[in-house]
């Protein structure tokens, strides 16, 4: 089926080591678009955190953002659809995280909110939060627990799209796995390596990010199919990483890049090249030229 929707991830497959975009890969998504295919960035970073990156190379249309818990118009920024976490979840989420000594990390609709994150409890930011935050324009706020928000308890569990921390990998094992047990069946819980330095995973370092049970970027392309008339059969995914999986499983076509995890590999239907060598660009030459053959 021919193409008409093209899907990228950003970090470690749409950007290079560098957290750039290479000029083949601006070059083939222009291509692409001038034979008919959407092209839309879906990545787990919020809006801020992608806003700069995705107005480069996508002037208008739609882009994915916090792993598929939200929706954003290119162009204004604005949130066209999200998916929040029941509040008494929302509630039990971040208490375990008090509880094992950690800070949450609760982002937020900012068109809802007002800011992008609540960051809940005493513990000290870590370094690859800090430098993450200093190197976007969030607005964050923090309270030492959700009733002492100064905005009221109901406004710090309203609109949270993603209930998160960073630690070192040993510590959120165990706590994902408990979270896991207790309200897995109503959540999505996943951890990795967190981004420490731009383009730079620590192996040591991760990510626990814990959102709706129905979000997933997968989840969110069918929705944008839905609004856009388009068949999910017409679909292509290209990406990398854990939050990836759903949706390369399930496109119509996928490439997992040549530096994704194995998870996404044994999912993909293609491999593409690695980052470093405008991934984007191969895929775009196979869809265009089979397209024509």
């Given at each position: 089926?021919?193409?008409?929707?093209?899907?990228?991830?950003?970090?470690?497959?749409?950007?290079?080591?560098?957290?750039?975009?290479?000029?083949?890969?601006?070059?083939?998504?222009?291509?692409?678009?001038?034979?008919?295919?959407?092209?839309?960035?879906?990545?787990?970073?919020?809006?801020?955190?992608?806003?700069?990156?995705?107005?480069?190379?996508?002037?208008?249309?739609?882009?994915?953002?916090?792993?598929?818990a939200s929706l954003h118009d290119v162009a204004s920024g604005?949130?066209?659809?999200?998916?929040?976490?029941?509040?008494?979840?929302?509630?039990?989420?971040?208490?375990?995280?008090?509880?094992?000594?950690?800070?949450?990390?609760?982002?937020?609709?900012?068109?809802?909110?007002?800011?992008?994150?609540?960051?809940?409890?005493?513990?000290?930011?870590?370094?690859?939060?800090?430098?993450?935050?200093?190197?976007?324009?969030?607005?964050?706020?923090?309270?030492?627990?959700?009733?002492?928000?100064?905005?009221?308890?109901?406004?710090?569990?309203?609109?949270?799209?993603?209930?998160?921390?960073v630690a070192h990998s040993a510590e959120l094992a165990p706590?994902?796995?408990?979270?896991?047990?207790?309200?897995?069946?109503?959540?999505?819980?996943?951890?990795?390596?967190?981004?420490?330095?731009?383009?730079?995973?620590?192996?040591?370092?991760?990510?626990?990010?814990?959102?709706?049970?129905?979000?997933?970027?997968?989840?969110?392309?069918?929705?944008?199919?839905?609004?856009?008339?388009?068949?999910?059969?017409?679909?292509?995914?290209?990406?990398?990483?854990?939050?990836?999986?759903?949706?390369?499983?399930?496109?119509?076509?996928?490439?997992?890049?040549?530096?994704?995890?194995?998870?996404?590999?044994?999912?993909?239907?293609?491999?593409?090249?690695?980052?470093?060598?405008?991934?984007?660009?191969?895929?775009?030459?196979?869809?265009?030229?089979?397209?024509?053959?």
């Open positions: 089926m021919r193409c008409r929707l093209l899907v990228t991830d950003l970090d470690g497959t749409l950007l290079d080591g560098r957290g750039q975009v290479s000029r083949a890969n601006l070059q083939a998504m222009d291509r692409a678009r001038d034979h008919g295919i959407e092209v839309i960035c879906a990545t787990g970073r919020s809006w801020l955190e992608a806003r700069a990156v995705v107005q480069q190379v996508c002037t208008d249309g739609l882009a994915i953002m916090a792993g598929g604005v949130t066209v659809q999200s998916i929040d976490i029941n509040h008494a979840l929302v509630e039990h989420c971040t208490d375990s995280l008090l509880r094992h000594g950690h800070l949450a990390h609760l982002l937020k609709d900012p068109d809802q909110a007002g800011f992008d994150y609540l960051l809940v409890g005493d513990a000290a930011l870590d370094a690859a939060s800090r430098w993450w935050f200093e190197s976007h324009p969030v607005v964050t706020r923090s309270a030492p627990s959700l009733a002492a928000f100064d905005g009221g308890m109901q406004a710090a569990l309203s609109h949270v799209i993603r209930v998160g921390t706590l994902a796995q408990a979270l896991h047990a207790e309200v897995g069946e109503h959540l999505s819980i996943k951890h990795w390596p967190a981004l420490v330095a731009l383009g730079q995973a620590g192996i040591d370092t991760h990510l626990l990010e814990i959102f709706d049970g129905d979000v997933d970027k997968w989840t969110m392309v069918e929705r944008v199919c839905a609004m856009r008339g388009i068949d999910p059969a017409a679909t292509v995914a290209v990406g990398d990483g854990l939050n990836d999986v759903e949706m390369l499983r399930h496109a119509g076509m996928s490439y997992a890049v040549e530096n994704a995890d194995e998870r996404a590999v044994a999912v993909s239907k293609r491999r593409a090249p690695h980052h470093d060598h405008s991934a984007l660009a191969a895929v775009v030459d196979d869809i265009l030229r089979e397209s024509h053959g």
